[in-house]
């Protein structure tokens, strides 16, 4: 192995970026991967449409995300940002565009063209792919340099992850994943699912104690998915605001204007466009009185009471809580995501303690951990080259 090399452990967004960084850089790359093909959790997320990154300030950008602290996350992004991030992509040849949520998708909305691309660009740079490896622990240095562990987290995972074991034994405190961004269990009535399982809640707003969230949830027979439940889903009371562009007093006046002789719950359909599930929703989750109340079903329509049971399991989950303690890795300036007590194992990804929602934040946090990450090892690199010998003048 050169003296310069570097072995890069999983085959995800940050571990795709870092590799990327340092082979640009000229440095040998080795990118292992335990399972028999790449980019597996990159395939899942963009299986429906793959949204890359978000549209927004970097400010509101960076409010989204928990675990390191605002002032390095500013940081990590002077590396990555969103636009450089998204610069990245277009030139490894693909489209990208701003979707109305105000999310960039890559156009042709699935995850597989982007995998092919970046895998051809590494390959171009003489990255040397390994499937089938895992990372065995800290003792099996193979030669490298420099090692980068992108390994991931608890979610979407069919077999338990053994690197948390590993770190555990090397004195590195992990904490126990559970679920971030995942579905909700709420009790609804058999009669409700009949109607409205699969369904979606459109342009809705999810209301609970730790704020609010415009956007659309689909009923499943468990619960409830989608973008607001993944921003705001604990245990615990939660509303839902079936027409938030409307106000209640102008919604009791547009259904008081009715001239038919018809029920609350008709002039409701006739007027307010809801869809098939709310409507349900109306009417299998409230009183007949209020149903025959028009201005306790108003209310009803602006605030609906749902009571969140508990997270879906994390296999299921789009990502997790948990993994390395923070405060295990550096955050020194040039030397950031380096183990404290490895200094030469660098990590990022979902095995940090770090979480963002979905809608883009997820992926470009990962993508711009690994660019810091692969940064961090080019400085350790050249802080630990050998003397050749030979004046610099010569």
Not at 1 to 16: E, F, K, T, V
Not at 79 to 100: D, H, K, N, Q, Y
Not at 116 to 133: I, Q
Not at 224 to 252: N, R, W
Request: proline share 5%; glycine share 10%.
């Amino acid at each position: 192995m050169s003296a310069r090399s570097a072995a890069i452990y999983g085959s995800g967004p940050a571990g795709l970026m870092a590799a990327t960084i340092l082979a640009e850089a000229g440095v040998p790359v080795t990118l292992f991967e335990r399972r028999p093909s790449y980019g597996r959790k990159l395939l899942i997320a963009g299986s429906s449409g793959l949204n890359v990154s978000h549209h927004c300030g970097l400010d509101e950008f960076i409010s989204h995300y928990q675990g390191f602290s605002e002032e390095l996350w500013r940081r990590f992004f002077t590396e990555l940002s969103p636009g450089a991030w998204i610069g990245f992509i277009e030139r490894l040849g693909l489209e990208t565009f701003v979707g109305t949520s105000s999310r960039y998708f890559v156009r042709e909305m699935k995850a597989s063209g982007l995998l092919r691309a970046w895998r051809t660009h590494l390959e171009k740079l003489n990255v040397k792919f390994m499937p089938g490896h895992e990372w065995r622990g800290f003792e099996n240095r193979d030669g490298f340099a420099v090692t980068g562990l992108f390994l991931g987290g608890g979610s979407w995972e069919d077999v338990t992850p053994t690197w948390p074991g590993l770190m555990r034994e090397a004195g590195i405190r992990v904490r126990e994943f559970e679920p971030a961004n995942v579905g909700y269990e709420v009790a609804w009535k058999e009669e409700f699912l009949k109607e409205a399982e699969g369904k979606p809640l459109k342009n809705i707003v999810l209301m609970n104690r730790s704020g609010s969230k415009a956007g659309e949830l689909v009923v499943t027979r468990y619960g409830l998915e989608g973008t607001p439940i993944y921003f705001l889903g604990q245990p615990g009371p939660a509303h839902v605001d079936l027409k938030p562009s409307m106000s209640e007093m102008d919604i009791l006046k547009r259904l008081q204007d009715v001239r038919e002789n018809l029920s609350p719950i008709r002039r409701v359909k006739k007027q307010l466009s809801l869809g098939d599930a709310a409507m349900a929703m109306l009417f299998h989750h409230t009183t007949e009185a209020t149903r025959n109340d028009l201005q306790a079903l108003v209310s009803r329509i602006k605030a609906f009471p749902i009571e969140l049971l508990r997270p879906r399991p994390l296999i299921e989950a789009i990502s997790s809580t948990g993994g390395i303690d923070l405060n295990e890795v550096s955050i020194d300036a040039g030397n950031e995501l380096a183990l404290r007590k490895f200094p030469s194992v660098f990590v990022g990804g979902e095995m940090l303690d770090w979480t963002a929602p979905t809608g883009g934040f997820l992926i470009q946090g990962a993508v711009t951990q690994g660019a810091v990450a692969g940064r961090s090892m080019l400085n350790y690199l050249d802080r630990n080259a050998p003397s050749s010998g030979i004046p610099e003048s010569i």
